[in-house]
T-cell receptor, first 113, second 117 residues
């Protein structure tokens, strides 16, 4: 089955620790995206990557980092510099170009205490 | 610049009655528009998309949406609600070259649909 996997589904961390969220896709998509979702705010773009070894900041990149060493993988690290990291994180992928839909993974709910 | 506004944060209907979720967009060019659905603690699933072909777009699970350029609207409808339709719905516009990327999407804040038995 083709799709996007995110792991783990739930993640708990102590304040001050970095944490890495996994995102893998087998859809052969060039582009991948990370979003943050908070209640009543829709989805906000953190980082995106149009091609391997290249990525760009989205609207709320501060306190986050990514890498894109393989086409199928786009891990997100939430660093201790992120002031309010507790949220639902969604990964997506798409073909390149304008007017294309994105396909979403099931999400990871991160709780930092 | 592109933007999208979902006019209702919460809509409640009875099972078997019609559903209307309203969306207005702003775009400096002919946009692509999407509706996604999200069930609690799940990812987003594409319901339907408009890409400048037919203005009435049919999607999955009996949903459809009509693109009205004169009203800059893309409302989502379904003739008869089912309990399983209870979820959050997002109206989305393609960003053109938003943020320097052709593929970026701009999301509305979502409409939560409740279905009463």
């Amino acid at each position: 089955d083709g799709g996007i996997t995110q792991s783990p589904k739930y993640l708990f961390r102590k304040e001050g620790q970095n944490v890495t969220l996994s995102c893998e896709q087998n859809l052969n998509h060039d582009a991948m995206y990370w979003y943050r979702q908070d209640p009543g705010q829709g989805l906000r773009l953190i980082y995106y990557s149009q091609i391997v070894n290249d990525f760009q900041k989205g609207d709320i990149a501060e306190g986050y980092s990514v890498s894109r060493e393989k086409k199928e993988s786009f891990p997100l690290t939430v660093t201790s510099a992120q002031k309010n990291p507790t949220a639902f994180y969604l990964c997506a992928s798409s073909n390149q170009g304008d007017r294309v839909e994105q396909y979403f993974g099931p999400g990871t709910r991160l709780t930092v205490t | 610049a592109q933007s999208v506004t979902q006019l209702d944060s919460h809509v409640s209907v009875s099972e078997g009655t019609p559903v209307l979720l309203r969306c207005n967009y702003s775009s400096s060019y002919s946009p692509s528009l999407f509706w996604y659905v999200q069930h609690p603690n799940k990812g987003l699933q594409l319901l339907l998309k408009y890409t400048s072909a037919a203005t009435l777009v049919k999607g999955i699970n009996g949903f459809e949406a009509e693109f009205k350029k004169s009203e800059t609207s893309f409302h989502l409808t379904k003739p008869s609600a089912h309990m399983s339709d209870a979820a959050e719905y997002f109206c989305v516009v393609s960003g053109g070259n938003y943020g320097g990327s052709q593929g970026n999407l701009i999301f509305g804040k979502g409409t939560k649909l409740s279905v009463k038995p």
